[in-house]
Structure formats: structure tokens, C-alpha cells
T-cell receptor
């Protein structure tokens, strides 16, 4: 399987703390995306980072991409209870149309 | 409102009884896709379509069929459902394929095959 891998599988933090999630993948990619899923609901797109970018910001989100290590990280700063959700990375491999999702990180932010 | 609509949202049925899950998008997107989500496995792609009449297998296509006769619709067909197809299914669409555009997801269809 070319599925990406994320760690940690689960993360529990206090409100106000930062949360970092990591994603690794196996082959060359066009870009990498991060999605959020509230329990049992559809996924919502958060941010897309292209293979020629190293860092991208969107509000309290910061995504980094290291193509030499085939890894990405998602940082959520100053977390809130409403950030409690599962977070997934998704990759599309160079020249392909398949989308590969990681198994996800479950984030729990305690108020 | 831009959306991806799946129906039904919930279905309990029995082994072998053909079923279809519909998916429709109103954003004129070229790329549509079906995923299944199982605990601990994340989302796995079943089939995808780059445009009308163009479909291809994802990672777990066995036991499923799709068709793309119109741009807005991408139904998922289970000809002879089995219990191992009990899962949460998501349809998604994006402007183009190749992962260069964000995907918009439906709210999911929870299927139970007894």
C-alpha cells in the first residue's frame, strides 16, 4: 500500500497549547493536503502545500513539507476545544490521479 | 450552496441485495471519487473519475462498480453486497484531478450489510 502514515495516532492537550501532527508518505508527490473530520462527518479541506513549497500558513495552522524526508507536519497553535477532531493528510502522487489518505491523528483538546 | 450530496445517509440491508448509493455535486467539478472509511484505516479510495465516461480503480475496488454518465453524478453500485462492505462511505469532488485542488466531501453514507 502507498498509504501515508501519521503520528501520533491520538493526541490529548489542554486548550491554549500547540498541537503537532506528522505525516509521512512513500513516493514523489504533486502536493500534500490536510483535512479535518469532526466525528463521523465529511472531511473538510484545511490547507494544500505544493511540492515546491516548504511552509505554508493559514490562520492558526502552519504546514511544513520536507520532500527529501517525504514528510509533512501540521501545527495548530493556541488550540481550542473546537479543534477536537481527526486530522488527515492526503497525497496525490506525481503523474497520478489516485488520492492516498493517511490513517489520521485524533486530536482531543481539553477545555 | 456548493455541495456534494449523498443518498441515503444510512442503510441497513442484507447480503446479496443490490444497492446504489447516489452522489451528486453542483460545482461543475471534473473529478469525483468514492472512499470508504474503516476504524484505524483512514480513508481508502474505491474508484475515481477524471471526467464524464472516464473512471479508474482506486486501492479497494473489489465488489464495487461506478459510472459517470453525467458530470454531476457519480453513483456507487454494490451488485452483491457482503458483510465486509459494511463501512462509512464518502463521495468527494474537486475541480480537477491530480490532487492539485481541494476535495469537497459529502456527509457520508453509513452502510450495514447483514
Amino acid at each position: 500500500s502507498q498509504q501515508g502514515e501519521e503520528d501520533p495516532q491520538a493526541l490529548s492537550i489542554q486548550e491554549g497549547e500547540n498541537a503537532t501532527m506528522n505525516c509521512s508518505y512513500k513516493t514523489s508527490i504533486n502536493n500534500l493536503q490536510w483535512y479535518r473530520q469532526n466525528s463521523g462527518r465529511g472531511l473538510v479541506h484545511l490547507i494544500l502545500i505544493r511540492s515546491n513549497e516548504r511552509e505554508k500558513h493559514s490562520g492558526r495552522l502552519r504546514v511544513t513539507l520536507d520532500t527529501s524526508k517525504k514528510s509533512s507536519s501540521l501545527l495548530i497553535t493556541a488550540s481550542r476545544a473546537a479543534d477536537t477532531a481527526s486530522y488527515f493528510c492526503a497525497t496525490a502522487f506525481t503523474g497520478g490521479f489516485k488520492t492516498i489518505f493517511g490513517a489520521g491523528t485524533r486530536l482531543f483538546v481539553k477545555a | 450552496e456548493a455541495q456534494v450530496t449523498q443518498n441515503p445517509r444510512y442503510l441497513i440491508t442484507v447480503t446479496g441485495k443490490k444497492l446504489t448509493v447516489t452522489c451528486s455535486q453542483n460545482m461543475n467539478h471534473e473529478y469525483m471519487s468514492w472512499y470508504r472509511q474503516d476504524p484505524g484505516l483512514g480513508l481508502r479510495q474505491i474508484y475515481y473519475s477524471m471526467n464524464v465516461e472516464v473512471t479508474d480503480k482506486g486501492d479497494v475496488p473489489e465488489g464495487y462498480k461506478v459510472s459517470r454518465k453525467e458530470k454531476r453524478n457519480f453513483p456507487l453500485i454494490l451488485e452483491s453486497p457482503s458483510p465486509n462492505q459494511t463501512s462509512l462511505y464518502f463521495c468527494a469532488s474537486s475541480l480537477k484531478g491530480g490532487g492539485n485542488q481541494p476535495q469537497h466531501f459529502g456527509d457520508g453514507t453509513r452502510l450495514s450489510i447483514l
